[in-house]
């Protein structure tokens, strides 16, 4: 990226343009905008292999990858805990003029998290005979969900955690449009893959392990495009595939570790979370199950949408924090805010005008339809809510406010919303489960002003003594 003329850009991501002199919403613009297209491409990456599975007809195949899902999930978290908690602590060092750090943060997350992954790996290799029928895989889905297990979470586990890593890390020093392009071609990548191994390459009977293959290549291909981008940009003061970087001085990994697990643990409820609303809908039968499984899809648009606003401008809020520059940073929070508020309220009026159409688009059965568009409507309520919380749980993180940060990661999925669901549903019954996502996001909303609320005066307190 050079300069061009008075209005370009410099030809070093880490040179501070973006964080420093361009104009805040164009910054919010350029680092956010490749995000949440990414999220979205990832939303569609997420719904390929169930979709084309669904097109066998075999619903054993498809109870295989609802079952595998809440340990596939867990890469991301794995990912999350290093890339979120290092893309903190880099943006923070690099507005604080601290690039050789950024650059030992950098390593550390980066080779942190694929140790990780590699535990990961081992653990699933060892363990996935009795963990399947654990998570709900019975005689009919075990050698299903066995061989997708392999392909994704095996052999996979470091393409899929290194891609999302990689996507964080580098999204960190401004790079967003080049860590967008990379996540959002593995998505792309395995849309395409999907049909071709499942009905092309493999026999018949093999479409579960075809999906699986397509998930693995299409990370693999990502991860590849991130080496090389890194490699080639080895001259930037804070990329790096170098161990020899790696440091576990100057509280590196207990700042990271400390910003990246409520991150990891927010990943990691929001599908427990989601295991005990099937779980306690599944009394009113299939229909129900699958009218949630559908509102839940479609309100993905929204809260995936507003995750990755907030996911982009991270760096934007952590780098004006190191610096000191407050006003930047309120600036950035009010801005994005008013985009993540507007954008949810739209959600909101849209998923209940057209809640109906929108779930027969997923699932042509009267009843399922009826259940997901009840269930849409009432969860739609949320939309603009989660776009303040994912928001201030942002700018905790990016400012390393850990306390705040875990509250807020664990409030809205795990400690208030599954007791709602038992609670609402023991009442209401399966509208009661549903009820229990809008009403845990309007007690985490109010929370989450009021820690921004006391932040802010902390910022304005910090910034009278300088003066």
Request: glycine share 8%; hydrophobic share 50%; with cysteine.
């Amino acid at each position: 990226m050079k300069r061009d003329g008075e209005n370009g850009l410099k030809n070093d991501y880490s040179d501070g343009y973006i964080f420093e002199e361009a104009p805040v919403m164009k910054s919010i613009a350029v680092l956010a905008v490749p995000t949440v297209i990414t999220q979205l491409i990832n939303i569609v990456y997420n719904y390929a292999d169930t979709w084309f599975v669904g097109r066998t007809g075999n619903p054993a195949m498809v109870a295989s990858m609802s079952v595998t899902m809440p340990i596939f999930v867990i890469m991301a978290a794995i990912a999350n805990l290093f890339g979120i908690g290092g893309s903190s602590v880099i943006s923070r060092s690099l507005g604080q003029k601290r690039p050789e750090r950024a650059r030992k943060v950098f390593a550390f997350c980066l080779y942190g998290g694929i140790a990780a992954a590699i535990l990961y790996a081992v653990f699933m290799a060892l363990c996935r005979p009795w963990l399947i029928p654990l998570i709900g895989g019975d005689s009919s889905s075990y050698s299903y969900a066995y061989s997708y297990i392999f392909w994704t979470m095996v052999i996979g586990a470091i393409p899929t955690v290194g891609n999302v890593l990689c996507g964080h890390l580098i999204r960190s020093i401004g790079a967003a449009k080049e860590a967008g392009f990379g996540m959002s071609m593995g998505g792309l990548l395995n849309i395409v893959l999907d049909p071709l191994f499942m009905f092309v390459i493999l026999p018949e009977g093999m479409e579960v392990t075809g999906a699986a293959i397509a998930t693995m290549l299409s990370n693999t291909v990502s991860l590849v495009y991130f080496i090389v981008f890194l490699v080639r940009h080895r001259d930037n003061p804070v990329f790096t595939v170098n161990p020899k970087d790696i440091s576990f001085q100057e509280r590196i990994p207990a700042d990271v570790l400390a910003v990246g697990f409520p991150a990891a643990l927010q990943t990691t409820l929001a599908m427990v979370s989601n295991i005990f609303a099937n779980a306690l809908v599944k009394p009113y039968g299939s229909e129900a199950v699958a009218g949630m499984g559908v509102a839940k899809k479609i309100n993905m648009i929204a809260f995936n949408t507003t995750m990755g606003l907030t996911q982009g401008v991270l760096p934007l809020i952590g780098y004006s924090y190191g610096a000191g520059n407050f006003r930047r940073l309120r600036e950035t929070v009010r801005k994005t805010g008013i985009i993540g508020v507007i954008f949810g309220c739209v959600c909101t009026v849209l998923f209940r005008i057209f809640a109906s159409p929108v779930c027969r688009f997923f699932i042509d059965e009267d009843a399922s339809v009826a259940y997901g568009s009840m269930f849409l409507r009432m969860i739609a309520f949320a939309a603009p809510l989660a776009a303040v919380c994912y928001l201030f749980n942002t700018v905790f993180q990016a400012t390393g406010r850990k306390a705040q940060s875990f509250a807020l990661s664990t409030l809205r999925k795990g400690f208030l919303d599954i007791p709602g669901m038992f609670l609402f549903g023991s009442v209401l019954g399966a509208s009661g489960v549903v009820l229990a996502t809008p009403v845990a996001e309007i007690i985490s909303t109010v929370i989450a002003v009021i820690l921004y609320a006391r932040f802010m005066r902390t910022l304005r307190r910090a910034q009278d003594l300088r003066i």
